[in-house]
């Protein structure tokens, strides 16, 4: 199973599962970090108290397209919570979205859903697969239109319901990297999801002033 490790600097890091041994990450980071957990939306009861009872801080919802979605999940865990002997309202959730979201000030929308909400975050390839693209950049490497409108939709809505809003993977390195992260955090976002361990540290740093 996938898990995921978030920094108050704001990275999020995807700590993919699969037959390979993982690899490591220094004691200093994981030590500072926030293990969540994916859950899916209709998991039954006695699967997600399987997972609280883990004592994670938190759990991560893909496909978050409603406020509806939060509630629901919160409902959920607080049963799951309370037969876990664990306080109401300790475990966060943190949603994963397309970008095809309702008006961020509507009814559906995000704005006091939760207060388990901790974040949205962009996720390029669950647009990808739900538009039936073929490409999410054009060739000079900038995202195509139907990417950076989803992406302005998860900022805007995260920022009127008060949460931070983390940004998606970026294919670099280096100082183009960091270049990347400063742009994203001028643009508003507070964090950015990674799946390569080795750019946990520079989007720390690049969003650490940002962070909430």
């Not at 739900?130 to 939709?153: H, K, M, Y």
Request: glycine letters at 8%; proline letters at 7%.
């Amino acid at each position: 199973m996938d898990e995921y490790l978030l920094w108050p600097a704001g990275a999020l890091f995807c700590e993919r599962g699969s037959d390979k041994p993982p690899r490591s990450l220094p004691a200093r980071l994981r030590r500072l970090s926030k293990r969540l957990v994916p859950v899916d939306i209709n998991m039954d009861e006695a699967a997600l108290r399987k997972i609280v009872a883990q004592s994670i801080e938190g759990v991560v919802l893909p496909s978050c397209r409603h406020g509806s979605d939060v509630q629901h999940l919160d409902v959920l865990l607080s049963v799951a919570e309370a037969e876990e002997g664990r306080e109401d309202g300790t475990t966060r959730i943190l949603g994963l979205t397309h970008g095809v979201l309702p008006p961020p000030m509507s009814s559906d929308g995000f704005i006091g859903k939760s207060r388990r909400l901790i974040g949205l975050t962009f996720d390029p390839d669950a647009l990808q697969s739900f538009i039936g693209a073929s490409r999410q950049r054009d060739e000079a490497g900038q995202w195509t239109p139907a990417f950076v409108n989803a992406r302005l939709a998860v900022l805007l809505a995260a920022k009127a319901a008060g949460i931070p809003a983390y940004d998606a993977p970026a294919t670099l390195s280096g100082e183009p990297l960091r270049i990347d992260c400063r742009l994203s955090r001028a643009d508003g976002f507070e964090g950015r999801l990674t799946n390569d361990p080795d750019q946990i540290d520079t989007i720390n740093a690049a969003y650490g002033q940002a962070a909430v």
